[in-house]
């Protein structure tokens, strides 16, 4: 399931509307529904922000509670660009964040897949 799929289904269990979520996020209501299609993601600071609404860890948010992959944490300093690649079943395109000031560092990366374990 897909970020924005995952941020609908949550969003429809609580009964919030996007517009309450909007705000939560400080953004539009347009701009929360554009994730819930996929057409844009939230920052990171967003993603946490939505996670302590659904009383949730971050990596169960984005990635579902049932995702097996492991975690490792890296320090990243404000400003810098990351690389986060996703890898399960199948690969996935690599999607990068700009972390922004307020969290410093502390960003994930999930990596694990078949070809890995194989190397």
Known sequence: MRLGERLRKLRRSKKFSAELLAEVCSVKAGAYRRWERNE????????IELARVYQMTLDNMLFGANDSASTIAVDVEPGQQ?????????????VKYQPDTMLGNALIERVESEKQLAE
């Open 40 to 47: 844009t993601e939230p920052s990171i600071s967003q993603a």
């Open 82 to 94: 990351v690389t986060i690649r996703i890898l399960g079943n199948e690969a996935r395109p690599k």
